[in-house]
């Protein structure tokens, strides 16, 4: 009975417990990454103060922000006081200002929460979302980029990716390119949302929106010329084989080139470039080098961002797996002082989306609630099956028991929904004997074991007698295997 | 700089990287405990429609909702069409009645998280706060109290407590004593308000009380002859030793014979009675027994229970670790249809205020965030040190690398600010033999290693080569080490 009563809220989802285990699963993997990084957890509430939120996401975000009542006899003015957290960057910038004192001089944490947008819901799309963020704070140097790409990218293969491409570009060498080429500053913002399409709406597509939104002639060809060349394709997905490789770093190295010539002088645009070209070197040493393209039209967005800026993507995925990039500004709004800061947020939905659909779920991940169950014979034999329950479960395995005395083909049936793949019985005659029968419910074979050997069989029946580390298993990545 | 600008909500906070170690070991315990009692986990959304929550606690519920303004043009009609989850009950209650088809026979999950409640901030009283829920669904079975009774048990001994108290009780006895001493049912509601206050007020407060709310002097006194005699000390906490345990089972056999001289053949009652002996014999084939003490006043609210009531108490601790109870009319509130259903919520604040008061968390709980650190000899060796920080990395060890070539007193400054036990420097003169030097930022020795031995010299150094396996250990329970 789906009714309007029991659905959930709209854009938001109950997670069943197969689900639940994916996402844990997940979670697990990325969690495991991050703290080979030295990165350290860090929770916030769900809900903060609402200036707290209010004006850090543009006019856009403040209308998707939810916010929250006054409670008691203000409730009836219709004001809110709270809001529900809407990123975990901005709650990450005020504990760096409350907690100053307390944190180490570079602040390495991960944040893996929920999330909530008002936006309107559509497929993949929802109200209520996880993000795994993690951020760097305390240090300009561009080590820190180089660390979170390598992190996300070993996240990202410890999953069984293998197909993502890192595209890199820096807020500050697209003011150089767009002042080079002659755009005013003020129309900056204007140009960048036009570059943004290049792919998609192609060379004239970008040159008209230029047009419409007032880039005189002279810039719109300059910008076209530089961006629109064979050489730039916007995507470029991969499997890094060494031929691959290659060309990737041939490349980088061409458009390197190209900014340089093209930016020259403009003092922020090279040092921006300079960014770019060590970001590039010191992911040589960890390997991530091979996955990463320079891509000149990335503009990610407009708001908090100063330095570098990251964003993986996959073939299959419109959108990305994740995005970041470095935002030495926004801590200041808390403290009053800058303090720097990188980081990078993997999108937990996307990337579940994309391993359903390419079925990359280790199998034994969304496994059996239990490993065996215990049936009840009849009304006197209750104790006798929670005390073999008991102790089959002081031995470490999972061990569902039936609730009541009921029909053994019940029992079964039960235990076969579940997915459960041995059923212990302790009938009468078992019970005389001293023993217990053991039911394979793929097979449907049955065999009788003693009592007090029945821990051992189980394990001999490919049920290891499982320890608390082998249950923990679950949210290793596959590298670890 | 602590400003109100940078605090969290008010009754909400900020956890930290070793608060958010803490809290992650007690729910991997309590996660890993249950799984091992067949459960599954389930996660339903932080907002919910506010029809489902309205009206499910109570008036004084109500209030302590926390609504959600509608969203863009309706913000301004200042009403709520979505509020913060209040409990995990009635989401769990939505979900059985929404998934009814996908769900089996008996439904048996776990949920722990978050729930927002707009109380009055106080010591242990937070607006934010997780609770650790367990519940059966589909059996009206004794066996159901007696196994959420163990899991909980087992969750608490695996987290280290010894000295905690179960007290159970039954709606329905407490309805066939009010009958039986002649409370009229429209005041039993008062008479159990009062009689709760039995420990803290004594025998003349709690008849003061019940007077005050209109309990006639004949029914006073043959509640308070039965409640204030000496044999019935409300809280009883102890060391489970042999003898105690004798005492309390002798004390809960004559506690039942007293309910059944008093309960007489009042129906409901008796048949309440009954379900409190089956629950004490079953809870004695999993050892839970040794804990359990009936206890007549235990009234836990009066919202939806209708069967079991049970409490977990330890002594330091004014409010229970846990408690639960049946509610086998909840889900016909969304289904339409009753749908039997017990189950038991761990308090997490609670323990960890426990566990922290006590140190009963183990010592690796809240680790270094890393078991090396890298340092950055200058600027030319930075690719050589990030090349390192990725081998070790690979070898499943946590290693944070310093962001910047620095002095190297202030990079060992660092490392011991944040409790790094090993510190590797690749200097030039290291560099030129081919060896890097391991620091034991402890005892201060440094020594020269092979680079190509590095793995083998920091495991050699007490610092295992994790395995992801072993890095996940830290969920574990004591009793499993």
């Excluded at 219709?78 to 760096?96: I, K």
């Excluded at 305390?138 to 992190?151: D, H, P, Q, R, T």
Aim: aromatic share 8%.
């Amino acid at each position: 009975m789906s009714s309007a009563k029991t659905q959930p809220a709209r854009g938001m989802r109950d997670f069943l417990p197969a689900d639940v285990r994916k996402r844990e699963y997940v979670i697990g993997v990325i969690k495991q990454v991050y703290e080979r990084y030295g990165f350290e957890p860090l929770e916030t509430p769900a809900v903060e103060n609402i200036e707290t939120l209010m004006g850090k996401y543009g006019e856009e975000g403040n209308q998707l922000i939810f916010k929250i009542l006054k409670r008691g006899e203000h409730e009836k003015t219709g004001e809110a006081d709270l809001a529900l957290r809407y990123d975990l960057t901005v709650p990450l910038a005020r504990v760096v200002a409350q907690y100053q004192n307390e944190l180490p001089k570079f602040f390495k944490r991960y944040q893996i929460q929920p999330v909530w947008r008002a936006d309107r819901p559509a497929r993949g799309r929802f109200r209520e979302f996880y993000q795994c963020d993690v951020d760097v704070l305390g240090s300009k140097s561009m080590v820190v980029e180089a660390e979170l790409i390598a992190a996300a990218s070993d996240a990202l293969v410890a999953l069984g990716f293998n197909d993502f491409v890192i595209r890199i570009n820096h807020r500050q060498v697209l003011t150089g390119i767009l002042d080079q080429a002659g755009v005013e500053r003020a129309k900056h913002d204007d140009a960048l949302i036009a570059l943004d399409k290049l792919e998609k709406v192609g060379s004239r597509g970008v040159d008209n929106e230029l047009e419409a939104r007032g880039i005189n002639y002279g810039a719109r060809q300059r910008l076209l010329d530089f961006f629109a060349v064979k050489s730039v394709e916007r995507a470029m997905h991969f499997l890094p084989d060494e031929r691959v490789v290659k060309e990737i770093e041939a490349f980088n190295e061409v458009m390197l080139g190209r900014l340089v010539e093209f930016i020259g002088a403009h003092e922020i645009g090279a040092s921006g470039v300079d960014d770019l070209r060590q970001v590039l070197q010191f992911a040589k040493a960890s390997g991530a080098d091979r996955r990463i393209k320079l891509d000149p039209t990335l503009a990610r967005g407009l708001a908090y961002y100063t330095g570098v800026i990251i964003e993986i993507n996959v073939n299959d995925l419109p959108g990305s797996l994740g995005g970041g990039g470095r935002y030495d500004n926004l801590v200041g709004m808390f403290l009053g002082k800058d303090v720097p800061a990188c980081g990078f947020s993997l999108g937990l939905e996307r990337i579940i989306v994309v391993m359903s659909e390419r079925n990359m779920f280790p199998a034994d991940v969304v496994s059996a609630p239990a490993d065996v169950m215990v049936t009840i014979w009849n009304e006197d034999s209750v104790g006798e099956s929670i005390a073999l329950a008991s102790e089959l479960r002081s031995k470490g395995l999972r061990v569902d028991l039936y609730p009541e005395a009921d029909k053994l083909a019940k029992q079964f049936k039960y235990a076969s929904s579940r997915g459960i793949p041995f059923v212990v019985i302790v009938g009468d005659d078992e019970r005389a004997l001293d023993q217990v029968a053991i039911k394979n419910m793929q097979s449907g074979e049955q065999r009788l074991v003693d009592r007090a050997g029945l821990g051992t069989a189980l394990s001999d029946l490919g049920l290891r007698v499982r320890t608390g580390e082998l249950r923990r298993n679950k949210g290793m990545g596959k590298d670890d295997r």
